[in-house]
């Protein structure tokens, strides 16, 4: 009879606790919604890492760490997908990864998902970031391919976005490949500076507004220019 109670008190327990978890689950997923209807992004992630933690799902972590790539926690967002590459990861799975390690300046890794993405979907924005990440990396060969795809494909309307003056502003794609294409000539060529700023000065005839061009520019030429006065003083 005792062995009957107890077995009878343990499956009321998990029965309980089940339907403590199908309650909880619900009230979760309403204020998620709640959350997101009120744009209260902390509040979101808030909710859906209580849904992870009482029914796990892929998506909910692809969607938690997208929640959290958006407010800018990038350590957090890499923290629930982990940096592996995975080509059978989601596409918003590989994005919120490329996004997040380019942010948190982790060339190396950020390439790898970049050229998932790449792959099952190419565009000009895709072969830029390409381009910067592997010239960073001192993969010249790979920059080179994703710089002839760009200048190959770029249209009137592509317009690359630059954040590095006080005013974000916006440069046609084939001036950014051609002032990309200047950055590698120089990498490949570093004793002829006035090849890389002929190409950069291509690029800046394309867009005249192109300050970061213009900054490299200047310091190419000034490189340039401080070469003789070095050479002078170990005479």
């Known amino acids: 009879m005792k062995k009957l109670i107890i077995v009878f008190a343990l499956g009321f327990g998990f029965f309980v606790q089940a339907q403590n978890n ?79 390690l380019k942010s948190l300046n982790q060339p190396q890794l ?17 072969a830029y970031d390409l381009v910067d990440l592997n010239l960073q990396i001192g993969k010249t060969a790979e920059a080179k391919t994703y710089i002839d795809y760009g200048l190959g494909n770029a249209t009137e309307k592509d317009m690359i976005p630059f954040y590095d003056a006080n005013r974000p502003y916006q440069v046609p794609a084939k001036a950014a490949f051609t002032y990309q294409n200047g950055l590698l000539y120089y990498n490949e060529h570093k004793t002829d500076i006035d090849g890389a700023v002929k190409m950069i000065d291509e690029a800046i005839v394309l867009a005249p507004d192109f300050l970061l061009a213009k900054q490299i520019k200047e310091i190419l030429l000034k490189q340039k220019n401080a070469a003789p006065a070095t050479d002078t003083n170990k005479k």
């Open 22 to 100: 199908s309650d909880l689950k619900k009230h979760y997923e309403v204020y998620y919604k709640q959350m997101r209807k009120q744009g209260d992004v902390r509040g979101a992630i808030n909710a859906l890492t209580h849904l992870l933690v009482l029914q796990p799902g892929q998506a909910r972590k692809d969607t938690l760490a997208y929640l959290y790539t958006n407010a800018g926690q990038y350590v957090q967002a890499i923290n629930v997908l982990g940096v592996e590459k995975n080509t059978s990861d989601s596409d918003l799975a590989v994005e919120v990864k490329a996004v997040a």
């Open 110 to 126: 950020a390439v790898q998902q970049y050229d998932i993405l790449f792959g099952r979907k190419p565009d000009v924005f895709l």
